[in-house]
């Protein structure tokens, strides 16, 4: 999606997108947290940079 916007764009929107091999292993390190939570405790996975959120 990066390459999708122009310099110009990125600037006016804050559109700058996360590269995929930082957002994979992101996601591989959140999983593994995910299993060490202790059964029958609940969690939430708060992400305050998380954007739109859109693939």
Do not use: H, W
């Not at 390459?3 to 559109?15: E, T």
């Not at 994979?24 to 939570?37: H, P, Q, S, Y």
Request: with cysteine.
């Amino acid at each position: 999606m990066d390459c999708l916007n122009d310099c110009l764009s990125k600037k006016d929107l804050g559109a700058f997108y996360t590269p995929e091999a930082y957002a994979e292993k992101t996601g591989e390190l959140v999983m593994d947290a995910v299993k060490r939570v202790p059964k029958g405790n609940d969690y939430i996975i708060l992400d305050r940079c998380a954007g739109s959120g859109k693939i």
